[in-house]
């Protein structure tokens, strides 16, 4: 491809190969370099796109739902719930601990880990807040009709 892409074999779903376009890195010196348009890089989502984004896998999810029904475990009580390598289990509660919620605690050999109840809290108002603005929008637009 002559736009600065290149292709990448991926497999798909069904097991089969499709090419995907690679978007190939941008000079940061050039025009080209993309900006943030109009109200992204507004605060609100500075902040909800790290949470957001570590909750974009499903073994996390699933991690987080683990440490929810319990009041702190240990990275090993996390690996015995999936089948899964433990440094895998490490490097995704270790997505977790970065984007701020769940809290890490070492106690000796042990990592110990629970939710951080009001960081999980503060998400689900800010993730609530973001779409009734929008859902409440649209009612309204609908009745105006």
């Not at 108002?125 to 973001?130: E, I």
């Amino acid at each position: 491809m002559g736009d600065g892409r290149s292709q990448k074999m991926v497999p798909t779903a069904t097991l089969t190969w499709s090419v995907v376009a690679r978007r190939q890195p941008l000079d940061s010196s050039s025009s080209q370099h993309p900006k943030i348009p109009g109200r992204m890089g507004t605060p609100e989502n500075l902040s909800l796109a790290p949470a957001l984004a570590a909750l974009s896998h499903p073994v996390r999810i699933g991690i987080l739902r683990h440490l929810c029904r319990t009041e702190t475990c240990c990275c090993k009580e996390v690996v015995e719930q999936f089948d899964l390598a433990q440094s895998t289990i490490s490097q995704h509660l270790k997505i977790l601990v970065d984007a701020g919620l769940v809290r890490f605690r070492s106690e000796g050999p042990r990592s110990c880990y629970c939710v951080d109840r009001e960081a999980l809290e503060a998400l689900l108002r800010s993730f609530n807040a973001l779409f009734d603005r929008d859902i409440s929008s649209t009612a309204l637009a609908r009745r105006g009709q």
